[in-house]
């Protein structure tokens, strides 16, 4: 069983990894294209994720096939989360200078977060 304490530690490295590849390594392209179902962009971002999650997830003693299944759910839960997100702000025209946008950006922060918690259960049953 795993420790509370390397729980936390993982959990914060989660949050580490969100801010470098939702704010540090995204680049305009993918911020651009996020809402074009399908658009390399936003595909590029979500494998970013995934790819830095399955590192994450190495440091955990899961299964390869259990460690690849959680890697392909957060790519996917990621990917769909940000193609929403992106669809509703652009059919609705907010912008950054509106609070509804920075309600839908705090709620898809938010997902991001309770996925981690989510992929955090997954690998306590797992191992």
């Known amino acids: 069983m795993m420790s509370v ?40 971002h979500a494998g970013l994720h995934a790819v830095l999650t399955a590192g994450i997830l190495l440091l955990t003693p899961l299964a390869p096939l259990s460690l ?3 890697v392909l759910g957060e790519f996917v839960l990621h990917y769909h989360l940000d ?3 992106d669809r509703v702000l ?4 907010y912008t950054a200078h509106q609070k509804e946008f920075w309600t ?3 709620l898809d922060q938010f997902a991001h ?15």
């Not at 939702?22 to 962009?41: A, C, S």
């Open 68 to 70: 690849a299944l959680i």
């Open 83 to 85: 193609w929403f997100k």
């Open 5 to 44: 304490t390397f729980l936390l530690i993982l959990l914060v490295i989660f949050q580490i990894k969100h801010l470098v590849a939702d704010f540090i390594l995204q680049t305009g392209w993918m911020v651009r294209t996020k809402g074009i179902y399908g658009h390399p962009g936003g595909i590029v």
């Open 113 to 127: 977060q309770l996925s981690y918690v989510l992929i955090l259960y997954l690998v306590v049953r797992l191992v």
């Open 90 to 93: 652009k059919k609705q025209g």
């Open 104 to 106: 839908l950006a705090g």
